[in-house]
């Protein structure tokens, strides 16, 4: 992530049940899951949309150094520009219907 501009070295992992305990509701929520491999994926309770993105994950990489880097950046780059492809969507449907983004 460094190499495209983003520090996430400081970033955890957090359990979606604390945020259900908390009472966050999310209109949107991406799940990025690796099914096909047998990944579940998280349940997030009153999400008005959930949008699911069948992806490897690169943790389960096998290989050299280099070539679990080059498959971890081809996984990013498809989440890039699948959030930016949600963005745009976003944008678009908030503009149709005159709301603020």
């Known amino acids: 992530m460094a190499e495209d501009g983003y520090d996430i070295s400081n970033n955890s992992v957090n359990s979606v049940f604390d945020y259900y305990k908390e009472g966050r509701r999310y209109t949107y929520v ?3 899951c690796d099914e096909i ?4 994926c ?8 959930d949008i699911y993105w069948n992806l490897e994950d690169p943790a389960a990489y096998k290989g050299s150094k280099e070539e679990i880097l080059e498959k971890t950046r081809q996984i990013r780059d498809v989440i890039k520009n699948k959030v930016l492809e949600f963005i745009k969507t976003y944008e678009d449907y908030a503009k149709s219907r005159n709301e603020e983004l």
């Open 30 to 32: 991406v799940k990025v």
């Open 42 to 49: 998280p349940v997030f309770p009153h999400a008005l949309k």
């Open 37 to 40: 491999n047998g990944q579940r």
